[in-house]
């Protein structure tokens, strides 16, 4: 079984795969099924152990055993949680993990003026989106930043947007005022509010909807017509009803992306090249 780690500013999302029994371990069988995964809150002050048990427990709930694991790829935007989650995967999956970072084989060439910058979370999913549905594609992810990353027909990452979070602009704008309360982001009935709570919704549901739609619509006249949009991330099926340009929604987009980084890599070691 391979485990899958993207740890985000807000949330860490865990994935479990397994593949098909190959005779003598043939490398080139893949991970292609998606047993388990599981989402939990990104605490940067959690200890080793701690992350040890939480880990530990999920894979319990779903009797899954900690010991199966044959491998284990992160992805990761909180540095400061580095260490912490590789003395994780050495105590308590016996495993040495492989961290999305300059010099890991990607299969995708990225030109960036400085590719270090670059979130791996970014290129996992530029990745996974070229190998699913092709190119010219935009990933949409909606996370603690809404980041737009550009893919070529060619299966360039060619770079992309970066905006606040939908969560990032309701709470500038609920502490920021003495009176207006917190309320659910939803797409309301109407776009006219007939009271406080319905104007907020409509201006934040509405007001994310045009941003998303005009940085897309940009996007989309230097990349071509024919570019695919994929939304992903924990708010994405909420704005792809609303939405002119997107076309797929695919919650397991980045989980798909570590995978396929994965054996890339892995797959590319034990053939020797």
């Given at each position: 079984m391979l485990l899958v780690l993207d740890v985000g500013n807000t949330n860490t999302v865990l994935g479990v795969f397994t593949r098909p029994a190959a005779p003598s371990g043939d490398p080139d069988v893949h991970y292609t099924q998606l047993v388990a995964h599981w989402r939990v809150s990104t605490v940067r002050t959690r200890t080793v152990d701690e992350y040890g048990v939480l880990f530990r427990n999920l894979f319990s709930m779903?009797?899954?055993?900690?010991?199966?694991?044959?491998?284990?790829?992160?992805?990761?935007?909180?540095?400061?949680l580095d260490y912490t989650l590789r003395k994780v995967c050495e105590r308590y999956f016996k495993l040495t993990p492989l961290f999305i970072e300059p010099g890991v084989?990607?299969?995708?060439?990225?030109?960036?003026?400085?590719?270090?910058?670059?979130?791996?979370?970014?290129?996992?999913?530029?990745?996974?989106?070229?190998e699913k549905f092709g190119g010219p594609c935009i990933?949409?992810?909606?996370g603690t930043a809404t980041t737009f990353d550009a893919v070529s027909a060619k299966g360039e990452y060619l770079g992309g947007v970066i905006a606040p979070g939908i969560g990032i602009s309701a709470d500038a704008l609920f502490t920021h005022t003495a009176r207006l309360p917190r309320v659910e982001i939803k797409k309301p009935a109407r776009v006219i509010g007939?009271?406080?709570?319905?104007?907020?919704?409509?201006?934040?549901?509405?007001?994310?909807?045009?941003?998303i739609d005009g940085i897309l619509e940009r996007l989309m006249e230097e990349l071509g017509g024919q570019t695919k949009v994929i939304a992903t991330g924990g708010?994405?099926?909420?704005?792809?009803?609303?939405?002119?340009?997107?076309?797929?929604?695919?919650d397991l987009l980045t989980l798909d992306g570590l995978r396929i980084i994965y054996e890339r890599n892995v797959v590319a070691k034990k053939k020797g090249k």
């Amino acid at each position: 079984m391979l485990l899958v780690l993207d740890v985000g500013n807000t949330n860490t999302v865990l994935g479990v795969f397994t593949r098909p029994a190959a005779p003598s371990g043939d490398p080139d069988v893949h991970y292609t099924q998606l047993v388990a995964h599981w989402r939990v809150s990104t605490v940067r002050t959690r200890t080793v152990d701690e992350y040890g048990v939480l880990f530990r427990n999920l894979f319990s709930m779903d009797g899954l055993a900690a010991d199966a694991m044959h491998g284990i790829v992160v992805s990761s935007v909180v540095p400061p949680l580095d260490y912490t989650l590789r003395k994780v995967c050495e105590r308590y999956f016996k495993l040495t993990p492989l961290f999305i970072e300059p010099g890991v084989k990607t299969g995708m060439p990225v030109h960036y003026d400085n590719p270090a910058e670059v979130g791996a979370d970014r290129i996992v999913n530029g990745v996974a989106a070229f190998e699913k549905f092709g190119g010219p594609c935009i990933v949409v992810d909606f996370g603690t930043a809404t980041t737009f990353d550009a893919v070529s027909a060619k299966g360039e990452y060619l770079g992309g947007v970066i905006a606040p979070g939908i969560g990032i602009s309701a709470d500038a704008l609920f502490t920021h005022t003495a009176r207006l309360p917190r309320v659910e982001i939803k797409k309301p009935a109407r776009v006219i509010g007939s009271n406080t709570v319905g104007s907020l919704q409509s201006g934040l549901y509405y007001g994310y909807l045009g941003l998303i739609d005009g940085i897309l619509e940009r996007l989309m006249e230097e990349l071509g017509g024919q570019t695919k949009v994929i939304a992903t991330g924990g708010l994405a099926p909420l704005f792809e009803s609303g939405s002119k340009y997107i076309n797929q929604v695919d919650d397991l987009l980045t989980l798909d992306g570590l995978r396929i980084i994965y054996e890339r890599n892995v797959v590319a070691k034990k053939k020797g090249k």
